[in-house]
């Protein structure tokens, strides 16, 4: 089996289903994500960990046909947001890279994708999102 | 307070010419309109994103012009309304009789790699910068009449009128067909609706006496409120909750306030259109149509040149491309133009209201209110 280490620490749980690893504030109790020690939306410093998972349901997407700067895995590939129950809206990596085969409103899992192989032989792998099956 | 001169170097690509002989240009042309010489202008604001450290010396020193303050101001697209800001907060308070504010930069084809996104979320394909205009589009479309062909004619019309400018780096007219014909970047936009950032520099001298005619009513800079997904500013998440208001309406309304206007006092304007959906979405931020209403606005024709409310009469950051610290100067280089009445062949007739409108990463919005 091929070693994974995740594109950022701390971001996703790399298991199955996975979860994205966020945080909650205890004075306004809204979700934030990525993990802040401050809440980004009121300033307080009383912030919890928390952790949100899939599905969600998709509220935008497009595809990306041509590398960004500083990416070196394959394109086209699919990128959207994903707004989850907890009342996130996510943007991430879609795993469909054809947008005429989603729509807004599609029911998205939360998964973990390979993005490259590192210099040490190991599957770099970040979190995305993946159309539920019909 | 007034604005005294205006000056451009042309936007385009320029690999024979360096980013000070640009900005030196620019400025040289600024103050000969405003009749001011070396020791005339009492501080002077450079914007820019990408020229590096203390660019606007390296500009007044190229001119000999040092020894008043220079301050560098970096806000993405709006740097230049940042520098604008500041320079109108000197000369209202007080303390500057007359400030120089300019812009310059020299940017590359292509996405712009940008400090802005962290190493992981290059890594992760995640710094995808026309991705978000194509998702905050599909939003667009999603919410109000948007289609495909109305961002094609968006393109079409900014096309058409910057045919007529000589300082644009497109000045061909074009057709919706090839506008939608040109390859997809991120669907729904095409690059032709994507503007290009590319090279150039601006510059406007403002002065607290009154000569020229032209005032500064309002130079208001906003930045975002927190919660909202596809803002400017680029969060990795967002809230679901559609209340939150976008920094160019904040700005937007602040400015108005400040120079007792309202949108339906504009004679002519120039938006933001770093992509063709970006300029309607302009139209409702602005207040220039309700919530969803901004296809039917281009469609009625209001907003092209010969229409009741020109918007970017100059062409637009889609003929003119985007170099990120002079683009919002070069919109109020435009607008004094166009309340002088020398605007040439693509002169809105009469203009005696403008706003110039800019918005960009951070996310800051920058608005500007300019009379005769
Ligand atoms: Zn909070």
Known sequence: MVARVPVRQGL??????PLLLGGRCRSCGRPHFARQENCPYCSSAHTEDDAFSGPGRLWAHTAVTAAPPGYQGEVPYGFGVVELPVGLRVVGRL??????????????DLVVVPLHVDDEGRHVVTYAFAPEAI | MEVAGVGLHPFGR?????????????VRAALAEAEVGRGGFQAAFCATAYAGVASGHKVLGALGMTGMPIVDVEAGCASGAAALMLAASAIASGQRDTVLVFG???????????SFFDPWQEEAGLAATPAYFALRAQRLMETSGVTKDHLASV?????????????AMFRSAV????????????????LWMLCSPNEGA???VLRAARRSGVR?????LRSHLPGAVLSESTPLAGLADESVVPPSTLAADAAYEEAGVGPEDLDVVECQDTDAARELLGYEELRLCPPGGSAELLESGATALAGRLPVNPSGGLLSKGEPLGASALGQVVELVRQLRGQGAERQVPGARVALAHTVGRGANAGVVILTR
């Open chain 1, 12 to 17: 996703f749980v790399d298991a199955d289903p």
């Open chain 2, 175 to 190: 057709a919706a067909a090839d506008v939608l014909g040109s390859r997809v970047v991120c669907e729904p936009l095409h």
């Open chain 2, 155 to 167: 393109v079409v019309k900014n096309r058409a009128q910057g045919a007529g400018n000589p300082d």
């Open chain 2, 216 to 220: 500064v009513d309002s130079a208001v």
């Open chain 2, 202 to 204: 601006a510059a406007v």
């Open chain 1, 95 to 108: 795993t469909e890279a054809d947008p005429s085969r989603l729509s807004i409103g599609r029911l998205m």
């Open chain 2, 104 to 114: 310059v930069e020299k940017m590359p084809k292509g996405i712009i790699r940008s």
């Open chain 2, 14 to 26: 320029h690999p024979g010419t360096s980013l000070p002989a640009m900005g030196a240009a620019a």
